[in-house]
């Protein structure tokens, strides 16, 4: 399946884009995605533990199993207010 | 628990806000919560702050913290307006007015949204210098 | 730490407080605390309060809170004006306006003045049926 | 010495009256000025747990020393807001 990945703030500046798309199997989980991700965008990976991670517009951890149709956000910390 | 959100490149119009209040007889505390754009940031001087906002995405969250506050505190009504997009220094990005029977719940949960949004709410900044 | 301090038996003109804010381009955050008399008082329905005061005590007490704050937040501003006589209920009674520069002392030093202000300015309230 | 006192609140309603003049030996504390007007108003001692005492504009405890001109000030808790 196809998932849509969208980039937020400073994360499109490093990836130069502000969303791709990324080919994934059945069945994959959103730590499936984040390292199909982080092959197209390895500066990426090294910002992984200050990344927020959004499918559709509700937080999902790694486990999470995506579905077609699912659009993900990776962004980083959000600085609201 | 009455909700009002506003996601706007537009600038927060106060007296406008002000004018539009709705205080039931029986409610005795109001608090609004104005966050400004300061003029620096980390010790360097900035003009401005561009605000960026996963908009969609934004909206869900804070109705999420709206259905905790409404779960957690008597609260009568929230209005909540994030300004996005350039806001100069000295200028309002975020303008909150709750509205409770008591003033307890009022600064609690009025407190709680600010801290909450802060870590859920997908808006990021970026200081135009 | 600029002060103003209003003890007065008109309505509080919200409108005209706001226009009249000062916020230096440095300052982040502002509260406002409004107190509303309620329409009952200990489950029994009341058409206003009418409050009293010894003024010339209030005013001084109301100014050594004031001090207590600017010795223990970074506060800018504080503007307090607390209505006596006769106010209806949905009415206002205290207005408060309080700019710092984060929200973390703004919060922390407009609910101690108003827990405070409430031990000691002899300020008091009658329920009027 | 001659001590002007005032009531307010409902202590006024329990006085009937909303200030009252004491005569006090040179020396007298607050303490020695209660039971003056405890004695003139005998309603207000069962109320002075809850009873605030005031000199000129600031609060004093039993122990203060009164001088001529004192104006001293009884009252139940504030209430303010």
Redesign the interface.
Known sequence: MDVRV?F???FKDMTHCSETVVSLPANATVRDLKTAVFEQFPKLSAVQNSM?I?V????QGGDYTLKNGDEV?L??P???? | MDRELTITDQPID??AL??KRR??????????????????ESGAPIQAIE????E??????FELLFDQIEKRWPVQSIRLV?RIGRVN??EA??WVELVA?H?GE??AA??WL?DE??????????PVS
């Open positions: 969208n937020y703030s400073w927020l959004a559709g517009v509700d937080y956000s962004f980083p959000v600085q609201g207010g | 106060e007296p002000l004018t205080l039931p007889p029986n409610m005795g505390a109001v608090i609004y919560f104005i966050g400004a754009v300061r003029d620096s605000y960026e906002a996963f969609k995405m934004a909206r869900h969250q994030h220094a000295g990005s975020l029977t003033r009022a600064f009025c407190q600010i949004m802060k870590k859920v709410v997908p808006i990021w900044k970026r």
